[in-house]
T-cell receptor
Framework: AQSVTQLGSHVSVSEGALVLLRCNYS??????LFWYVQYPNQGLQLLLK??????LVKGINGFEAEFKKSETSFHLTKPSAHMSDAAEYFCAAGSGNTGKLIFGQGTTLQVKP | KAGVTQTPRYLIKTRGQQVTLSCSPISGHRSVSWYQQTPGQGLQFLFE???????NKGNFPGRFSGRQFSNSRSEMNVSTLELGDSALYLC???????????FGPGTRLLVL
């Protein structure tokens, strides 16, 4: 069965520092991959998605992710963290042609001033 | 376009009761998926409806059910509520399923 693993349930960075959130998937066939962000008491907002058109995907708010098939990874990065980036981030994978996403356990990003 | 809406936003029920949650997808979207979010289990897929048919189902007991109407609005029902059903229930819509899913704000259910 397909699974998604996010390494690190909590990541803390200083404002202005690099953000790196890790995601690995298990699938013999590259799935559709997504990163979502969730702010307190809100739903999920799409940051970016991998569509196989390009391995480096740019998303909103300065985030980007690189798909590496050899490592089955889809890590999320942002060059310079902002206080407003503090939230919970979810990596998700889907396959086939149905609306079923498998989510990682989430990573809470803390940004220190 | 208006986003995905869910009603009610908050709900308090007691054990043994049943509850119905509603989700209105983005106009033109025919796929609605439901997820349960809890601190312990994270985000888990409940089921997906496409053109009024359940197309996929997660590993939840039969107490969890859903349906979709001809206007793509969807409802999920939980019967005989248990304390462990306390969660944030999220629905997401997309045009056909595996494209980008857009999430609603969720319904927070508390079972006492």
């Amino acid at each position: 069965a397909q699974s998604v693993t996010q390494l690190g349930s909590h990541v803390s960075v200083s404002e202005g520092a690099l953000v790196l959130l890790r995601c690995n998937y298990s699938s013999s066939v590259p799935p559709y991959l997504f990163w979502y962000v969730q702010y307190p008491n809100q739903g999920l907002q799409l940051l970016l998605k991998y569509t196989s058109a390009a391995t480096l995907v740019k998303g909103i708010n300065g985030f980007e992710a690189e798909f590496k098939k050899s490592e089955t990874s889809f890590h999320l990065t942002k060059p310079s963290a902002h206080m407003s980036d503090a939230a919970e981030y979810f990596c998700a994978a889907g396959s086939g042609n149905t609306g079923k996403l498998i989510f990682g356990q989430g990573t809470t990003l803390q940004v220190k001033p | 376009k208006a986003g995905v809406t869910q009603t009610p936003r908050y709900l308090i029920k007691t054990r043994g009761q049943q509850v119905t949650l509603s989700c209105s997808p983005i106009s033109g979207h025919r796929s609605v998926s439901w997820y349960q979010q809890t601190p312990g289990q994270g985000l888990q897929f409940l089921f997906e409806y496409f053109s009024e048919t359940q197309r996929n189902k997660g590993n939840f007991p039969g107490r969890f059910s859903g349906r979709q109407f001809s206007n793509s609005r969807s409802e999920m029902n939980v019967s005989t509520l248990e304390l462990g059903d306390s969660a944030l229930y999220l629905c997401a819509s997309s045009s056909r399923g595996l494209e980008t899913q857009y999430f609603g704000p969720g319904t927070r259910l508390l079972v006492l």
